[in-house]
């Protein structure tokens, strides 16, 4: 005889197996028949895989039981054929679990200073791309690398301001240290300016 046995709270909802008294549980796999039968090992139903999703565990319990006149018996387990004795434990697998994987960083945008570096994070589960990851802990896909110090550029002994560049004005507000300014008024920016 076999039947469903489920833990349930006092308004009738399925909870865990673990939420309730596993000693106290009532058999779901009973033998029947009123003849009498030496101890013997009883494997009960498989509980739940221990995980939602991967590789886990499963258990179930296993008795040694007599019948005599009808009526069960639980035996110790050394009575029982311990070579016989079935899993209690045995492993499980669900739905493939949602997982970041990441490609190798690209090279560096510049050969010198400090550029940007980016690789693809994507979520699969198993072979498919999904959209189920955790964001808090999604891999970052881009990263500033910093590099040796570019080499600076000699001066020019030969440069000239640009003509229409109102140099002047430029160093005043300080604009020599801007790559435009820097160029166009060449030599201004190069004077010492007090």
């Known amino acids: 005889m076999i039947?469903?046995?489920y833990c349930k709270t006092s308004d009738g909802r399925v909870v865990p197996e673990s939420q309730c008294n596993l000693e106290s549980k009532p058999l779901a796999i009973h033998p029947c028949g009123d003849k009498n039968c030496?101890?013997?090992w009883l494997a009960q139903d498989w509980e739940r895989c221990n995980t939602t999703c991967g590789r886990g565990v499963k258990k179930r319990i296993v008795l040694c039981l007599e019948i005599i006149n009808g009526k069960i018996k639980t035996r110790s387990l050394a009575e029982c054929d311990i070579a016989?004795?079935?899993m209690e434990e045995n492993t499980c697998f669900e739905r493939p679990c949602f997982k970041w994987y990441t490609t190798p960083w690209s090279e560096c945008t510049k050969t010198c200073g400090i550029g940007v570096r980016m690789r693809d994070v994507k979520c699969y589960q198993g072979k498919d791309l999904v959209r189920g990851c955790d964001p808090l802990i999604k891999p970052v896909g881009k990263q500033t690398c910093d590099l040796q110090p570019c080499p600076t550029e000699p001066p020019d002994d030969n440069c000239q301001d640009q003509v229409g560049t109102n140099c002047a004005l430029a160093i005043k507000v300080n604009l020599c240290s801007h790559w435009y300014y820097s160029k166009?008024?060449?030599r201004s920016c190069r004077?010492?300016?007090?």
Do not use: E, N, Y
Request: charged share 20%; glycine share 0%; aromatic share 0%.
């Open 3 to 5: 039947r469903h046995v």
């Open 38 to 40: 030496p101890a013997h």
């Open 84 to 86: 016989k004795k079935p």
């Open 184 to 186: 166009a008024c060449c």
């Open 191 to 194: 004077v010492p300016h007090s």
